[in-house]
Structure formats: structure tokens, C-alpha cells
């Protein structure tokens, strides 16, 4: 497998850090992930605009400009056997003494890999997954795209735990998003959605299922909506750029109204991929 780390493509295994890195020491990074369909990166200027974006807001420099990035996507996406792929971009603060204040004159850590394209199976597609609940205990920059992860990889294992396939977090009985997704649900034909503020990542997906919704005129309230409103709702989504869009059907063992997929679930999912064969076309 054929990695980029500090300017070079090289295999894996001979991809090497510092263990003075900040990104393995303090978790000081930013992160992306970009699905690859057929060769092609889906939405990579979005993808790559967040980065910048999260880099920003961790102060870190960017490396790269976006063409630069770019570039070094599709060279990556390139070197792969595999058409469909999930790309990850990382870069840290780079290697200093341990302190918490950042280094002065140090270079960020870039580094690059790509794996298999891991997708929902056909089952869950057609039936519907099951998601628990939990509280939000995160910070309050769930915007950024961080690398440090540790409330997201425990909450993520909840749902593990409970043969669930991820958990829906509630900051003071308030939907946030789910720990690796985002959450829409359905009441009386409208899609209700979180607003994208601190408290919730802005998911690519996310912005997706908001654009094919104004495309077909499907009514969308951004809010605030307490745990009650969700638990009644007529449909549950969970979104993210792996995912793509799947149906709740139970959540904490209840069903979401009839505990079988959505009318409008079914209606985005296909103006998602068609979305998906239009961008691939080109
Ligand atoms: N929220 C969190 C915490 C995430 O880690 C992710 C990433 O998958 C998402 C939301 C969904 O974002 P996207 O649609 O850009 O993949």
C-alpha cells in the first residue's frame, strides 16, 4: 500500500514518525476523510475547504494549497488497486521537545494514506440500523475536524457494545450529531437538522442532503430539538461520507415510528445517488 508522508509517496511500512510528534503526544492536528468513487474524489473541494478550515481554527498552517492537495489526492487515488477508496489527510503540528505551547520553527507532519472504500451493506440499506443514545461529553469545538478523538472512539465503542452501528449524542437533552455522523430527522414531512455550530462537525453529507432538499423542495427547519422530538419522530437519518444516508429504524431498542425505513428516506437516497452516478460521469 502506498502511503504520503513529508513530501514522499512510500509504502506503508516504511512510513515512519517521530514518537515526539505532537499528533501521537498531544493528539495536536487536524484531519479528512474523502470517499472515492470509481477514481473519483467526491466533493473534494468541500472536503479539502473544511480542512482548511479546521487547520485554521487549530492555528497550524496549511501545507498545501488546495490544488496542491489536489494533486497529491489524485496521485494517491492513482497508485491504488482499488477504484473505490476513502482517502485520509492528516497533518500535526510536527516533532518538538514535549510542551504544551507550540514549538516555534518546527515543519507540520503531512501524511496521507488511502484504504478500501467500506460501504453500508444492502441490508442496511433496504432495513435500517439501530443507533443508541448517549450524552455529549466532548469540548465545545466539535466543529473542528481534530484528530484528537478520545470522546468520539469511547462513545463510538457504546454503540459497539450494544451491536448498534453508532450512537446519537444529546448535549443537555439537545441532538448534537452522532459520534462519527450526523442526524436528520423527519416530523410531518419536514426535515429537521441541527444547526452547524460548535457543537456539531459540518458534515460534507450533511450539506449534500440539505442542497438535494431545496433541489426538490422538501421544507427543512435547522434547531434546536430535545431528545423527545427526536424519539417521536417520523424518520431518523444518520449521514456521513462513509455511510452515505441510512435509516434509524430503532433507537435504545425503541422503534422510530413504524421501525421499518421512511417514504422520504427512500426519495433522498435516490437523489443521492443519482447525485453520486452525475458527479462520477464527468
Ligand atoms: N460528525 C462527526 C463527529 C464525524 O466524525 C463525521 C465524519 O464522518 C461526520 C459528522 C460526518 O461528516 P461527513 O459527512 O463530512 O463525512
Redesign the pocket.
Known sequence: QTVYLNGEFLPLHQAQVSVLDRGFIFGDGAYE?IPVYSRHAFRLQQ?LQ?FAASLTALRLSNPYSNAQWAALVQTLIARQDEADQSIYLHVTRGVAPRDHAFPAGVSPTVFMMSNPLITPSAAQISQGVSCISASDIRWDR?DI?AIALLA?VLLRQQAVDAGAVETILFRDDILT??????IFAVRNGVILAPPKDQH??P????DLVLELAAQHSVPVEIGYFASSVIRSADELWI????KEVLAIVTLDGQPIANGQPGPLFKRMLGWYQDYKQQVMRH
Do not use: D, F, P, Q
Not at 177 to 182: L, R, T
Not at 239 to 242: A, D, N
Open positions: 476523510i472536503h473544511r466539535c475536524k468520539n450529531e452522532g459520534a462519527a455522523s450526523n456539531m462537525l458534515g460534507i453529507t450533511y449521514t456521513s461520507s462513509t
